[in-house]
């Protein structure tokens, strides 16, 4: 059974870093890209980044909000998925979501954590 | 980047009607996209992809269709679990972008 469960979110000063895990199971990590996806209270969902698959060498992209401060890392031995987030802003405050993305035929977010609250205030 | 603009924001609705929901993206997608429906404290969860692909285990009164840079979702009968937000989201290119969402409320 495909599982993601994210950790790590909590309370964090403006300015200030943090990073959030996502524990995979039921899949091989190395075969599929990986995305972060947020939502801010009482908002709509946004993107903010990818570590492809290893084919694709594990490259990685991001959301323009989040580019230079945040870096998605993984490590395929211990099946994680890691958002190193960096110079912390009150307008990150969201619910962080992994999930993976399956390519077979269309892509999309086929499986998705429970998310992690990260709230950014002074 | 792809805009990807939802309408409506707010749809109210009872059951047994008849939902149709549209995303219009500001440039061509192919056929790139996926819907998905949110509820409350929850993550979201895949309905349709590659704009009319039906998800494993999705009941058949969900629909997708696309017409050049517009793409839409019906709902063919309303059920009561099917109140819920629904965004859909482009796989074009990245960076990746949701439309912001279709809120479906009890009327």
């Known amino acids: 059974e495909v599982q993601l469960v994210e950790s790590g979110g909590g309370l964090v000063q403006p300015g200030g870093s943090l990073r959030v895990s996502c524990a995979l199971s039921?899949?091989?990590?190395?075969?599929?890209?990986m995305d972060w996806v947020r939502q801010a209270p009482g908002k709509g969902l946004e993107w903010v980044g990818r570590s492809r698959n290893k084919a694709y060498t594990y490259s990685a992209d991001y959301a323009a909000s989040v580019k230079g401060r945040f870096t998605i890392s993984r490590d395929d031995s211990k099946n994680s998925l890691f958002l190193q987030m960096n110079s912390l802003k009150t307008e990150d405050t969201a619910v962080y979501y992994c999930a993976r993305t399956s390519v077979q035929n269309g892509q999309r977010h086929d499986y998705w954590g429970p998310g992690t609250l990260v709230i950014v205030t002074s | 980047d792809i805009q990807l603009t939802q309408s409506p924001s707010f749809l109210s609705a009872s059951v047994g009607d008849r939902v149709t929901i549209t995303c219009r993206a500001s440039q061509d997608l192919g056929r790139s996209l996926t819907w998905y429906q949110q509820k409350p404290g929850k993550a979201p969860k895949v309905l349709i992809y590659?704009?009319?692909t039906l998800d494993s285990g999705v009941p058949s009164r969900f629909s997708g269709s696309e017409s050049g840079t517009e793409f839409t979702l019906i709902i063919s009968s309303l059920q009561p679990e099917d109140f819920a937000t629904y965004y859909c989201q482009q796989f074009k290119s990245v960076p990746l972008t949701f439309g912001g969402g279709t809120k479906v409320e009890f009327k």
């Open positions: 039921g899949f091989t990590l190395s075969d599929h890209h």
């Open positions: 590659a704009a009319s």
